[in-house]
Every structure is written in C-alpha cells, then in structure tokens.
C-alpha cells in the first residue's frame, strides 16, 4: 500500500484534463468503448485507489475485460497508450504533442494514424490490432498512395463481401489482390478505381452467365477469372450473355462449355482480319480491324455478302473521298435490299445502270441536253420503255426540247400520253398539231442548268467495277 493516497470518494470531486488535440483529432473516429477506457484511464492515473487493473476497468466500465484489452490495443496503435509488461499487462499513457510521436515506433504510429482510423470503420465494431500492418504493407511496400490502399479495403468489403468479422483473413485476401495489381503498376487512387471498374465488369459478365444458367449465387473466382478472358477477347457483357443460347445444346451448361463456345467465335473473328484489313486499306482508312468492326464484318458475310461485294463497295467509297465503315455499311444495306450480295450481280447491276444511263443520255442530246442522268434517272426511263416504243421516246425528247427540266418534261409528257391513249407517233404528233392536252407554258423557272454531279451514293458506282478490274481482279 502506498505511504499516502486520495481516498476512492475524491477521484468524484476532482477534474481530469483533456487536451483540444484530443477532442479534435480522436474524438470523432474513435468508438464509443474506446473513448470511455482512455478517459477513464486518464481519471486512473491520478487516482491510483481506483483500482490498477484491467479487471478493475471492466468493472468500472460496465464492460468485458476483452473490450478493455482491445481498447487499450487501439490506443497503442494511436500512439497514446504503451504496453509496458504483458504478465501483469501495465501500461503507460503517452503525453499528446503537437507535430508527432517522440519515439520511432510514435512517428509510425502518427503516420498511419488517420489510415488506420478509415481502416476501423471499415470495419466497424470489430477492433483491429495487429492485421493494419497488412494494410499498411500496401502503402510501405507496395507503394500505394494511403487513399489507393483504403479504397481497396472497401472493396474487398463491399463489392467483394469479404467478411467484416475476420479482418486479418480479409485483408490477407486483399493482399494477394495488392500484389497482383501492385504488378501491373497501380498505385493511385485513379489505378485502384481502374481496375475495380474491371473487375466489377467481370463479375457482371460472370453474374449474367449465371443468371441465364438459372444459377442463383455468387460467381467463383475461377468464374470471375473466365469472365476477364471473354472480356478481353473484346466480347461485351451483352454478347457473352447471348452466348449462353448456344450452350443449350450440352445437357449440363457451363462456364467451360460457353467458353469453348466463345473461343470458336473468336478464332473465327481472327478469321476474318486479314479479309477486313484488306476492305479497310480499300476503303481508305487508316484503322485497323477491332473486334467491333471483326463481328460487323462478320454479319456482312452472315447475310449473304460475298468478301469481293464488300470490297467493290470499299473502293467506291474511296474513289469519293468517303471513309468510314458506316459509309460502306449503308452502302451495303442498300445492295442488300435490292438482292445484290454476290459480286457477279453486282457488277452485272451496274453494268446495266451504265447501259440504262447511256441510252438515256443519248435521248437527252436530241432535246439539246448535256444532262448526266442519274441511276434515279435511268430507273425512270426503264419504266418508260417498258411502256413506249424507242419511237415514241425519240418523239418525246424531241417535244420536250428547251423545257428547261428535261427528264421532267419528258416524264410529264408520256403521262399525259399514257392519259390519253396516244401509242403512236402519228397520234403525238395530231395531238401537238391540234393542241389538245397542250394547253401548257413554258415555264420560266424550269430554264436552269440541270446538276452534272451525282448526290445519290450508288450513282458513284457506276464505273467501279471496269476501274478496279471487276471479277477479274
């Protein structure tokens, strides 16, 4: 027993001082229990009658002798609270200084000490001891800024569902993720926030795998690790789902099935790079094949294009400044539409045009026109023979000289002819003679120069095929 000491009742009448510091800097982040242990224990020190164990302190406290023993842990971490012997446990309580710990072991403690504050709320109720300098490794060794290390503790336990409870099991789990991006040379918050996108976008790949598999859990990590190859093969979520389809013919669908699945459509896309490579350099443009571009290349070919088609179409493009692969993809639906997949119809197509386009131009000279018809032109003037003889559109060019629009004009006339059932040349002309059905003007505003440039994309394609050698090529 001490020569003298207060009596237990004056430790009630007393003031025991707390430092601003303090109140500042701790009192926000620590917990509840934490706080009561280190201000009681600041009350202790002064009033020694009040007990000099962590028995005595639990009991004071209300509380167990582990939340005392985990308390003071935390306060040793913090740099306020040094163990001095472990059998009895004592401990000395460190003065508060501003700037920093006096001791090496103080200094490391006040480096870490708002790292390891984020850290314990991360984790909650759980006191954290020891497990930090996992944590810690990642900044000192692995050289993660202290913001890059906490947000991958916060994805360990929130995306990942790493266990709050176990904090060293879990924050070994991080570690080996650490190291393996710490590898791949991450090291800010930005990198950390980088490859969690990525890994999140694996586990939806991998969730939406399972979901079509009516599989209700979580994806493996040998899942996950499937999930990241199809994604780097440059598959989208969307097109991996899709895939599942396809495994409908195994009688137990899985990852491994669906992977071979995406690896044949893989192999086919690279396929299919040399062959696009070519249609680009056609084309003009300076991209390389991508795996988007592979798979629309792909779907060409999947309805019904020939790889020559494809080709034409490119040059065309090129020969008019036009180069992109949306370009070649509208002029390629349109061919679509009108039946011309195969390079012999379509060359076969436009020679017809030219030939259509030729005897048009040849009637437009007897009106005294230097038109270039265009393929909507020749059109109309297919529909025409098919319902006049050569005479009688000799007859119409001939009527419709210097009426400004000509192929207008012409269209205009054989309508009114076809109106009135004239089929011959000898009614066209008694008709002109006796004005019926000519009651019309000459209208000023037709008399312009007609345009001599095609705007339509497939009138750019006439000469095509005899410029870039055709079938023979």
Request: one cysteine or more; proline letters at 3%; glycine letters at 8%.
């Amino acid at each position: 027993m001490a020569f003298l000491s207060f009596d237990r009742g004056a430790a009630m009448y007393d003031a025991t001082p707390i430092e601003n510091m303090f109140l500042l800097e701790y009192l926000p982040s620590a917990q509840d229990d934490c706080l009561r242990v280190y201000l009681y224990a600041r009350m202790a020190c002064a009033h020694p009658e009040l007990g000099g164990g962590v028995a005595d302190i639990a009991r004071a406290l209300r509380l167990s002798e582990e939340a005392v023993e985990d308390a003071l842990r935390f306060w040793e971490r913090e740099g306020l609270v040094k163990r001095l012997s472990d059998r009895p446990p004592t401990y000395a309580l460190s003065p508060m200084r501003a700037g920093g710990r006096g001791t090496d072991m103080d200094q490391q403690y006040y480096q870490f000490r708002d790292f390891n504050a984020s850290l314990q709320r991360l984790f909650g109720e759980v006191i954290l001891h020891g497990e930090v300098e996992i944590a810690q490794e990642w900044v000192t060794v692995f050289g993660f800024s202290t913001d890059a290390a906490l947000r991958l503790a916060e994805y360990g336990v929130t995306d990942l569902h790493y266990s709050r409870k176990t904090p060293r099991a879990t924050l070994r789990k991080l570690d080996n993720l650490a190291h393996e991006w710490s590898e791949r040379g991450a090291r800010t918050l930005e990198d950390v926030e980088r490859l969690i996108a990525e890994k999140n976008g694996e586990k939806a790949a991998a969730e939406a795998v399972l979901k079509r598999f009516g599989m209700r859990r979580r994806p493996t990590e040998d899942e996950q690790a499937l999930a990241h190859k199809w994604l780097a093969w440059g598959f989208s979520v969307e097109e991996i789902s899709a895939a599942c389809a396809a495994t409908t013919k195994a009688q137990n669908p899985s990852f491994d099935y669906l992977d071979r699945v995406l690896e044949g459509r893989r192999v086919e896309a690279d396929r299919h790079f040399e062959a696009l490579k070519a249609v680009l350099r056609e084309l003009g443009a300076a991209a390389r094949p991508t795996p988007e571009t592979l798979k629309r290349y792909a779907g060409f070919l999947e309805t019904g294009f020939e790889p020559r088609t494809i080709e034409i179409a490119a040059a065309g493009l090129n020969a008019i400044n036009r180069h992109r692969f949306e370009d070649l993809e509208e002029l390629l639906s349109r061919w679509g539409k009108k039946g011309l997949r195969r390079a012999d119809a379509v060359e076969a197509h436009m020679q017809r045009q030219r030939a259509l386009r030729e005897e048009l131009a040849g009637l437009l000279r007897l009106a005294g026109s230097d038109y270039a018809p265009s393929l909507a032109d020749a059109a109309r003037y297919e529909g025409w023979k098919s319902r006049f003889s050569e005479e009688m559109l000799r007859l119409a060019a001939e009527t419709s000289r210097g009426k400004g629009r000509v192929v207008a004009a012409m269209d205009s006339l054989l309508a009114a002819w076809e109106q009135e059932g004239v089929t011959t040349p000898e009614q066209a002309r008694a008709r002109a003679k006796s004005g019926a059905g000519g009651r019309t003007f000459d209208n000023p505003a037709l008399h312009y120069a007609q345009r001599q440039a095609p705007q339509d994309v497939d009138d750019l394609f006439v000469d095509v095929v005899k410029e870039y050698g055709g079938a023979e090529k």
